[in-house]
């Protein structure tokens, strides 16, 4: 079993909160591809993308489930391979409840996200 089929359940868990924005097929190939990273742990894991703006290079945590104590102990690991990448931030859209829990390791919220379906 390879790590990305070892962390489909985290990924599919976390997809269920993205609004409809991919399907897990959507992801794994972009991981393949290498649009976006896959940054597998023991009991949990990550997604993330490089997202390139006019003026900053930001590197966007698009999914994250499992272990949360494991998710935000990956932080240093992944900020370190942003910069290598150039990126000079890290985003991530989450549920309201995520700030609460990752503020201690330095995370504000920055904007809010909205939606309103078009029907």
């Not at 790590?3 to 269920?16: G, H, S, T």
């Not at 897990?24 to 976006?36: K, L, P, S």
Request: charged residues 30%.
């Amino acid at each position: 079993m390879n790590e990305l089929d070892r962390c489909k359940p985290w990924i599919k868990a976390a997809l269920r909160y993205s609004g409809g924005s991919h399907s897990y097929e959507d992801v794994e190939r972009g991981i393949i591809e290498g649009r976006m990273q896959l940054w597998p742990a023991s009991k949990s894991c990550l997604v993330t993308e490089i997202n390139q703006y006019p003026k900053k290079k930001v590197l966007h945590v698009f999914l994250a489930g499992g272990d949360l104590e494991e998710i935000k102990s990956m932080q240093p690991d992944v900020m370190e391979w942003g910069k290598s990448y150039g990126c000079t931030s890290m985003t991530m859209a989450g549920r309201k409840g995520w700030l609460r829990r990752i503020k201690d390791i330095g995370w504000k919220d920055q904007l809010v996200i909205m939606e309103k379906v078009i029907e």
